[in-house]
């Protein structure tokens, strides 16, 4: 009753155990019966958040608009999902959900994302820390869609290649990034 297959997997050194068809079969099922649906339902909001962004973007900074106001809380309306599902997620995890780099990611992300629509209502969209918050915000925005393109068979291999070159790339970007800020 203690043995799990999948804790087993999780904790073994051997990966050619994953080119089993056996192991290929479970794992399949396990994605299909659990996983894609639960996956696909998360993307889904996340893309509903992007095109809420999206549309913020356009009106404050591209048109003339005077419902900036509406527009942020159209924000904050478009993060409930992953707050809410971070938060269960945090709860059911304990301590071990600090454990994991990418979940202070997606805290920075959710909690951004509502400090964003704060510092744009009272601020607005041309002040300087609605600016970079902006900025972060699409940086993490852009992580977070990776993430979800992973879920699409055939988008797989080209997000783990622009993962593992921008990776590579660290280095150079980090010289970059200082570059860009030393112009600015």
């Given at each position: 009753e203690e043995v799990s297959l999948m804790h087993l997997c999780q904790d073994t050194e051997e990966l050619e155990i994953f080119d089993t068809p056996s192991l290929q079969q479970v794992i399949q099922y396990k994605w299909d019966t659990y996983g894609r649906e639960h996956h696909l339902t998360g993307c889904a909001m996340?893309?509903?958040?992007?095109?809420?962004?999206i549309i913020y973007v356009k009106n404050a900074y591209l048109v003339e608009n005077d419902q900036q106001t509406l527009y942020a809380i159209s924000i904050a309306v478009g993060i409930l999902y992953p707050a809410a599902y971070d938060f269960l997620q945090m709860i059911r995890a304990g301590m071990e959900y600090f454990g994991d780099v990418w979940n202070y990611a997606d805290i920075l992300y959710i909690y951004g994302s509502i400090g964003n629509m704060i510092?744009?209502?009272?601020?607005?969209?041309?002040?300087?820390?609605?600016?970079?918050?902006?900025?972060?915000?699409?940086l993490l925005l852009i992580t977070k869609t990776f993430f979800f393109l992973r879920i699409f068979p055939l988008l797989t291999p080209i997000v783990v290649m622009i993962n593992n070159v921008v990776y590579d790339l660290r280095i150079f970007l980090f010289f970059y990034m200082?570059?860009?800020?030393?112009?600015?």
């Amino acid at each position: 009753e203690e043995v799990s297959l999948m804790h087993l997997c999780q904790d073994t050194e051997e990966l050619e155990i994953f080119d089993t068809p056996s192991l290929q079969q479970v794992i399949q099922y396990k994605w299909d019966t659990y996983g894609r649906e639960h996956h696909l339902t998360g993307c889904a909001m996340h893309m509903f958040y992007t095109l809420i962004l999206i549309i913020y973007v356009k009106n404050a900074y591209l048109v003339e608009n005077d419902q900036q106001t509406l527009y942020a809380i159209s924000i904050a309306v478009g993060i409930l999902y992953p707050a809410a599902y971070d938060f269960l997620q945090m709860i059911r995890a304990g301590m071990e959900y600090f454990g994991d780099v990418w979940n202070y990611a997606d805290i920075l992300y959710i909690y951004g994302s509502i400090g964003n629509m704060i510092i744009q209502i009272y601020l607005g969209p041309f002040h300087i820390l609605s600016r970079i918050m902006m900025c972060i915000i699409v940086l993490l925005l852009i992580t977070k869609t990776f993430f979800f393109l992973r879920i699409f068979p055939l988008l797989t291999p080209i997000v783990v290649m622009i993962n593992n070159v921008v990776y590579d790339l660290r280095i150079f970007l980090f010289f970059y990034m200082i570059l860009i800020i030393l112009f600015c």
